[in-house]
């Protein structure tokens, strides 16, 4: 799919739109903040986000959605990334808001960086999953993929499921399914925390730093008038078969490798982090 070629169709004729969209960054997005720092190039076809010592950048997404499958592509800041977090997620607002997290903490040089998962709901987050990747994310695009549908959070890296947060509410565990959610990213400077555990401060020698943005595409329900639902799960329009999709076996097993050769934490195995109990979710997924 060219960035020009866009496929718009109504469904059950509601203010519900289902989009699937290879998108242009002028079109799809505003930079929100950083007084210049944040740049849509190429046409709109490549967003920069840059970090200097005075301040970081940010974009959002003119479109919310609930439900969808939202893929981008992402170079992390090359080099000595210590200190710094380039956060891409999708989140509500409110304090009680819902949220899906990719977070990438910097690192030195030629070091692994850590990618920081989170699912919030209702306000409530503490479901961290972080992992090393098992690439070098600065030398060249990768895709970073949220598959959100009434069943299933699952997180993708290149197409590989990483996580795969259900749906339990039949068993009380609150899932995110009512809130429509934005796109935002943001490049900042977190060096009280971000790169082990604050030992490694930002080198501002090395800025500005620059994460890269290239090749958006929106498979989803963009909501509008605030009053309609998303189509039901047996609906069989072209293009929404995200809205069923779960993992099969072999997304399983691929899921399994990453989780045992690259999870870094789990926090359904920090009993240290929960002397009441591990959350429920962790007993049941």
């Not at 808001?97 to 990438?104: A, P, Q, R, T, V």
């Not at 989803?220 to 998303?230: E, R």
Request: hydrophobic content about 35%; aromatic content about 12%; charged content about 20%.
């Amino acid at each position: 799919m060219t960035s020009r070629h866009t496929t718009i169709f109504l469904l059950l004729s509601s203010s519900l739109i289902a989009v699937a969209l290879a998108g242009n960054f002028y079109n799809d997005f505003d930079i929100t903040w950083g007084d210049g720092r944040g740049k849509i190039l190429n046409n709109g076809q490549l967003l920069t986000l840059n970090l200097d010592k005075t301040s970081g950048s940010g974009f959002q997404s003119k479109n919310e959605y609930l439900y969808g499958k939202i893929d981008m592509q992402l170079k992390l800041v090359p080099g000595n990334s210590a200190g710094t977090v380039t956060a891409y997620y999708l989140s509500s607002q409110g304090p009680t808001h819902d949220e899906i997290d990719f977070e990438f903490l910097g690192n030195l040089t030629g070091e692994p960086h850590t990618l920081h998962t989170n699912v919030f709901t209702q306000g409530k987050g503490n479901r961290e999953m972080q992992f090393k990747l098992w690439f070098d994310p600065t030398k060249d695009f990768h895709t970073y993929s949220i598959l959100w549908n009434p069943r299933h959070v699952i997180f993708m890296v290149d197409n590989v499921p990483i996580r795969d947060y259900k749906n339990l509410e039949a068993k009380g565990i609150s899932f995110p399914k009512n809130q429509p959610m934005r796109i935002y990213s943001s490049l900042w400077n977190a060096d009280d925390w971000a790169t082990q555990g604050g030992l490694i401060k930002t080198d501002w020698s090395k800025a500005p730093f620059t994460a890269s943005y290239r090749n958006f595409i929106a498979n989803a329900c963009v909501w509008s008038s605030g009053s309609s639902k998303c189509p039901p799960m047996q609906t069989s329009a072209a293009g929404d078969n995200w809205f069923n999709q779960e993992l099969d076996s072999t997304s399983q097993e691929r899921m399994r490798w990453v989780q045992k050769n690259y999870m870094i934490y789990n926090y359904c195995a920090d009993a240290k982090r929960f002397p009441q109990g591990l959350p429920p979710e962790c007993s049941l997924a």
